[in-house]
């Protein structure tokens, strides 16, 4: 018997039972059964209709849009499972909602990344599996081990598919200065040349200047970022790209397609052929925009559930 828990049981929320449904389906497990609902004032309820005592319990959820929704959420099951004796409690956070908010960037500014992992701990989680955070250093905020995966495999798996050998004449290209690195993980991968879209205001009150470092002309191009929330930065950089870098396509990819207020508006209208996002955040209505595409991440999330359950290393899965 492995230590921790006679058995291995996965739960969903309500954020994304799709996701969670695959993983179980690879698995070779059903999903648990559990009702994550409301009270009429809101209040957030959870009833587990089988035994968890015991149990390795695995809890799938994005705390994506409505966030305090979703979070709560995920607090209340990590609280119900404790409570029911489990052996011990995973929290599978595909998309960690509070990311961005991970330092002080002015003063009296809150640092919520670190509260939610304090939240997530005092609920009763014993280990933390997410894909992507926003910042890596996020794992330090978290007293418990925290396994962060990489979208990038994904990603690489789907381009060298989709282009072959066109690959190496492409141009991986980063919206920001910020993105470099995973940018080029992912340039490295398909033999790319890689670019950087620089943005800066020349004077206080004047419009941001898109300058792009790297030669795109005549080039098909993959813009490569971690999230799209409103899609402004990633549409200019597109943008950018061919009005001044003299592109001859933009493709674009994102492990977690937010999608919040005027994006999906934004990115019909802009210069992308194909905006990738991976199914850390429910799919949006096809109907919406014929650009987006959704990749699986559930045989990643599954094997990771698998090798922490039998206490094998996962880093296999960031190579």
């Given at each position: 018997?492995?230590?921790h828990?006679?058995d291995?049981?996965v739960f969903s929320?309500?954020?994304?039972m799709?996701?969670a449904?695959?993983i ?6 059903q999903?648990?059964?559990?009702e994550i ?6 209040e957030?309820?959870?009833s587990i ?5 015991g149990?390795d319990?695995?809890l799938?959820?994005s705390t994506?849009?409505?966030?305090n929704d979703?979070?709560m ?6 609280d119900?499972?404790?409570?029911a ?5 995973t ?17 009296r ?11 997530l701990?005092?609920?009763g989680a ?7 955070l926003?910042?890596?250093?996020i794992?330090?905020f ?6 962060n995966?990489?979208g990038?495999?994904?990603f ?6 989709k282009?072959?050998e ?5 141009v991986?290209?980063s919206?920001?200065v ?7 993980a ?9 670019a ?7 004077k206080a ?18 813009l490569?970022d971690?999230?799209v929330?409103t899609?402004?930065s ?15 396509s933009?493709y ?6 937010v999608?919040s207020?005027p ?5 019909n209208g802009?210069v ?6 991976l199914?850390t955040i429910a799919?949006?209505d096809p ?9 699986t991440v559930?045989p990643?999330?599954?094997e990771?559930?698998?090798?922490i359950y039998?206490?094998?290393s996962?880093?296999?899965l960031w190579?």
């Open positions: 018997m492995i230590s828990g006679k291995m049981k929320g309500n954020a994304n799709n996701l449904k695959d179980c389906r690879l698995i070779g497990i999903l648990g059964n559990a609902g409301h009270f009429s004032d809101g957030v309820f959870a209709y089988e035994s968890v005592r149990s319990v695995f799938v959820q994506s849009s409505p966030v979703h979070l959420e995920l607090l209340v099951m990590i119900a499972m404790k409570r004796s489990a052996g011990r409690i929290a599978v956070i595909p998309y960690f909602g509070y990311a961005r908010q991970d330092r002080k960037a002015k003063a500014d809150p640092i919520s990344a670190k509260l939610v992992a304090n939240m701990t005092a609920a014993d280990r933390v599996l997410t894909m992507d926003h910042a890596a250093q794992q330090g978290f007293d418990i081990p925290v396994d995966l990489y990038n495999p994904v690489v798996d789907y381009y060298a598919k282009f072959g066109k690959c190496e004449e492409m991986a290209v919206p920001d910020g993105s470099v690195s995973r940018t080029r992912f340039a490295q991968k398909l033999h790319m040349n890689l950087i879209v620089d943005k800066r205001r020349q009150n004047q419009c941001e200047v898109m300058n792009v470092i790297g030669d795109v002309e005549g080039k098909d191009c993959i490569f971690d999230m929330d899609a402004g990633l549409c200019n950089a597109a943008k950018a790209i061919v009005e001044v870098g003299g592109a001859r933009v674009a990819c994102a492990s977690h397609g999608l207020g994006a999906i508006e934004r990115i802009s992308i052929k194909e905006l990738a996002f199914d799919a949006i109907a919406k925009s014929a650009k987006i595409k959704y990749l559930a990643m999330f599954a990771a559930i698998e090798r039998q206490e094998i996962v880093s296999k190579i």
